[in-house]
């Protein structure tokens, strides 16, 4: 396989430089870690990396494009990520101090973070982005974009990680009620900021 080592520096820089800048998923898995711990998260964590993963097929194969040149489905599609991430928020403001009752009951899981991963308007920006400004192996569609797509997952998957870690992090600050509510609701008002500004862009 013939690599073009510019392209892929350039490929690799705008790579960590746009997915792991903050956002509607970023933000979601560093709330999630910092209001429900590593552990708890963990799920809602595997449930967007494989959200995410799906999206990338869909968008390297071009599914997406052909989606999106629908009106009434860009509409839609982007109905639905909008109303997830205002689900996600809610939960993560009203998400109660450490030690309180029914805190691990409110997490989300899997099913969460996968509409997390698969409904991310920033997401597809990004994937839509790398696959189209950047040719790492020439003369080889087909390998140029499963070879994108595979960087792209491994690399999404440590920085997601890495978020969900960066959240956890906070967990010390949570014993005391006042600090925890007042986490949550900026994380929560950074989630909708993202959200908002995924969607107008």
Request: proline share 5%.
């Amino acid at each position: 396989m013939l690599i073009d080592y510019p392209q892929l520096g350039a490929f690799l820089a705008a790579l960590v430089a746009l997915v792991a800048s903050p956002g509607p998923a970023t933000l979601g898995l560093a709330a999630a870690g910092a209001a429900f711990g590593f552990n708890t998260a963990r799920p809602f964590l595997i449930g967007s990396i494989c959200g995410a993963a799906l999206a990338i097929t869909l968008v390297g194969s071009g599914v997406v494009s052909v989606l999106m040149a629908q009106p009434e489905v860009s509409s839609i599609l982007i109905g639905i990520a909008a109303a997830y991430m205002l689900f996600l928020a809610y939960r993560i403001a009203t998400a109660p101090p450490i030690g309180e009752t029914g805190t691990k009951g409110r997490t989300p899981g899997f099913g969460g973070g996968f509409l997390l991963g698969i409904t991310n308007p920033k997401g597809y920006a990004v994937f839509a982005t790398l696959f189209s400004g950047f040719v790492v192996v020439p003369n080889d569609v087909t390998g140029d974009a499963i070879f994108k797509g595979l960087a792209l997952f491994v690399l999404l998957t440590v920085i997601d990680v890495s978020w969900l870690v960066a959240g956890n992090a906070l967990r010390h600050l949570f014993h005391d009620p006042k600090v925890s509510r007042r986490i949550n609701l900026a994380f929560a008002a950074l989630l909708l900021a993202s959200v908002a500004l995924a969607v107008a862009l």
